[in-house]
């Protein structure tokens, strides 16, 4: 598993992580250090780690890096569709309906990231960057099949308290 100075990747993913198909193409979004890049690729995916600076991302003869601004108003930089779809401590709504297509039919959403609530706790505070109650699971209604949901306070994967939604769902 990968634990180095990424940081291990989220208990959420981890534990939902069996439901990606095995051999499936794997979208790490907004991918940070490449920590759940680096997880799948390890576990024999094809990952490709989408984030707007690159430099960070590992080297791994797995992980394809894409460069891309996806809050500048550029088009959805990706033309094709994945297995799986990762997306952690990541929100920028107006990206929803292609992040949602960019799954494949019989594929998986695992998302976990920050709700109302979270600004008792720490960053981020601003609204546009914290999730409604609920607002994961009206995103999917319909399109998905939700094999696990929360809307919860956490303390993993550091001692720092959380409000956090988090789903692991099957594209219909």
């Known amino acids: 598993m990968a634990d180095d100075a990424r940081g291990a990747p989220l208990p959420w993913i981890v534990q939902w992580a069996g439901l990606v198909t095995p051999g499936a193409t794997v979208l790490d979004l907004a991918a940070g250090r490449g920590r759940h890049a680096l997880f799948f690729a390890e576990r024999g ?19 394809e890096q894409l460069a891309a601004d996806l809050e500048d108003g550029s088009p959805w930089p990706l033309s094709r569709r994945f297995g799986a779809v990762v997306v952690t401590n990541y929100l920028h709504r107006p990206l929803m309906p292609a992040l949602l297509d960019a799954v494949e039919p019989g594929g998986v959403l695992l998302y976990q990231t920050f709700m109302e609530g979270n600004e008792r ?32 306070l956490i303390s993993d994967p550091d001692p720092r308290m959380s409000m956090v939604q988090r789903l692991a769902a099957r594209r219909l």
Do not use: K
Request: glycine letters at 6%.
């Open 121 to 152: 706790f720490g960053r981020p505070t601003n609204p546009t960057h914290l999730l409604r109650d609920g607002e994961l699971l009206e995103l999917v209604r319909g399109r998905f099949s939700v094999t696990a949901y929360e809307a919860r």
């Open 45 to 63: 995916h094809t990952v490709v780690a989408l984030d707007r600076d690159t430099s960070r991302l590992p080297d791994h003869p797995n992980i």
